[in-house]
Structures are given as structure tokens and as C-alpha cells.
């Protein structure tokens, strides 16, 4: 008999996740819960979440509690083996944790116990992590600190960004999920306890992180600015309007040059921090769509040389 599964997920990681436990022989995944569905733009068009997308394109019941502390009795009356959750974006009352025989995991997108909550993959280059990786842990009543059933690790590289880092770790989590389901739906594995002193934190970007805070010093900024790409986009204030920064690479030594002094020389668009160049090869002002910096350059961008970013 294969094993009755709920999956909670919302954005594409989810859909991932979604996708490897539809493909598994011995599951039968009986429906997919998901966030609201929210209105965007001026004309307030419904747009669906990716996992509730997937899940209608694949035939599985899809259910969109408001509160799910308070609106989960539908997903109690599937009466679930097994509940697969991954980025679902609410807390999971005690009563579902404690309703399926199997019971609850997650799949985290972080080496718990280190950066627990709704941003890992952000935090992990924004805070200067060399590594990070994905969980596969025992659901708890506290956020993200169940026990551990498996983890892999994932090297960050000097160039990623959150979109790059975001899908290589969907490689690696839809492996180990594939990998670690026999042992879950046959409750073999050992239960390993998170290390209390080792946790650390990465919660959900606040409006104010998007900031670029030009105090970090050189690799702050530019690990923040990286973090930060594509979703939501730092930005630097300009001329009192704001310049969000889509592209960004290393440069050389900027000699006697105040930090956070704007840089446009041969159709390039440069950022000095402590004494040496970021160079920023795709932005977005204000108001405007996506550039190049050349494009910039050549019709918002004049005159902006020398100035000072704040």
C-alpha cells in the first residue's frame, strides 16, 4: 500500500520538492497545501502559488487555509501517513504535527542548526557563509528545531547570487529527499538533536535590509548586494532616488577614494567601497525598467560620476 502524503509548500523550491514525491513509486501524495492565492499589479490579476500551479497541471488536490493554526481539520480528515513540508510560509499547529502515523518533515534549505527561519539561502551569502546545504529534519512546535534525519552540504561560490545558490540547492534536495524517503516511511533512521549553542538565524528580509549599508566594508557589501539578486534587490540611494543593483562583480584598487563615490568611466559604472571598485553591470532606476550600465550611462546616468551613494 503506498504511503498517503500531504505535501505544504508555496514558491518553486516547493514545487521541486512536490515534483520528487509525485515521481516516488511507494508514495501517493493526496493533496498540496499552499498559500493564498495573492492579487499583483494595478489590475489585481490572481496569481497563483508555483506548488499550486504544479499541482493542478499534475491533478492533486489543492487546499489554501488563510490561518493554518486555526483552518488545518481539512487536512486532518485526509487522514495522512506522511506530511512533507518546504517552504510553506506559516507555522504548523501541533494538532497536524501530531496527526500523521509517520509524522511531519521538513526540507530546509539551510545546515541546521545553523540559519533557521525564511531566508537561509539569502542570509548564508549575505553573512559570509563558505558553505551551506539542505536539511531534512523531524517537524517541532519550535521553528526549525526538530531533529536532524539528513543533511548535505553545498559549497557557496565567490560569484553566486541567491538565484544561483537557490537552484543549486533544489538539485541537491530533491536528491536527498529521493534518498532519504525509504527511511523515513520505513522509520529507520536515527533521529539526530540540533546543537542548541551552534544556532544561528536567517529570517525573512526586512524592508530595511534591502538597503545597501555601505559600512560593511568591501566584502560585506558586495556579499549583501549578492544575496540580494534577484529577489528582493538591494539598492543605493542616488541623487535622493533609489538604484537597485542587478549585476555586480570585483574590481581593482581605487586609491584615496571616499566609499561609496560613483564611478563612470568608459561606459562602466563603478561603486567604491573602502578604497576598491564593485563594478555594477546591471541596474535598475527608479521608476525605470532593468538597464545595462552603458544604456545607463548614456541617458539617466550622465553626470553621475564622482557623486556620492548613500
Not at 117 to 134: F, L, S
Not at 185 to 201: A, C, G, L, S
Not at 287 to 309: C, P, Q, T, V
Request: hydrophobic share 40%; aromatic share 6%.
Amino acid at each position: 500500500m503506498k504511503t498517503r502524503t500531504v505535501f505544504m509548500g508555496t514558491p518553486e523550491f516547493g514545487r521541486a520538492i512536490l515534483e520528487t514525491l509525485i515521481n516516488e513509486d511507494d508514495l501517493e501524495v493526496i493533496a498540496a497545501v499552499t498559500q493564498p492565492d495573492k492579487l499583483v499589479g494595478r489590475k489585481q490579476q490572481i496569481v497563483y502559488s508555483p506548488v499550486k500551479q504544479f499541482a493542478l497541471e499534475n491533478g492533486i488536490s489543492v487546499l489554501q487555509p488563510i490561518r493554518i493554526r486555526s483552518e488545518y481539520q481539512e487536512i486532518l480528515d485526509l487522514q495522512p501517513d506522511l506530511i512533507v513540508t518546504c517552504a510553506y510560509g506559516q507555522i504548523i499547529p501541533e494538532e497536524l504535527l501530531n496527526c500523521p502515523p509517520l509524522g511531519c518533515v521538513n526540507v530546509h534549505a539551510s545546515l541546521l542548526p545553523a540559519l533557521r527561519g525564511g531566508a537561509p539561502i539569502q542570509h548564508a551569502i549575505i553573512d559570509g557563509y563558505e558553505e551551506t546545504g539542505i536539511t531534512i529534519m523531524e517537524m517541532d512546535k519550535k521553528m526549525d528545531a526538530g531533529a536532524i534525519i539528513s543533511q548535505q552540504n553545498c559549497p557557496i561560490e565567490e560569484t553566486d547570487t541567491y538565484g544561483s545558490l537557490h537552484d543549486r540547492l533544489i538539485t541537491v534536495a530533491t536528491k536527498l529527499l529521493h534518498e532519504t524517503l525509504p527511511v523515513i516511511v520505513n522509520r529507520t533512521y536515527q533521529p539526530i538533536p540540533q546543537d542548541e549553542e551552534k544556532v544561528t538565524f536567517g529570517f525573512n528580509i526586512r524592508k530595511e535590509e534591502e538597503h545597501i549599508d555601505l559600512s560593511r566594508g568591501y566584502e560585506g557589501v558586495y556579499d549583501q548586494i549578492r544575496g540580494l539578486i534577484p529577489a528582493p534587490c538591494g539598492y543605493l540611494i542616488v541623487q535622493g532616488k533609489k538604484l537597485k543593483i542587478w549585476e555586480v562583480r570585483k574590481g581593482e584598487s581605487a586609491a584615496d577614494m571616499v566609499t561609496g563615490t560613483i564611478i563612470a568611466v568608459k561606459k562602466q559604472l563603478g561603486l567604491v567601497v573602502d578604497e576598491r571598485i564593485l563594478w555594477i553591470d546591471s541596474l535598475q532606476p527608479e521608476g525605470k525598467s532593468r538597464m545595462n550600465a552603458a544604456d545607463y550611462l548614456n541617458g539617466a546616468g550622465r553626470g553621475i560620476n564622482g557623486m556620492i551613494a548613500e
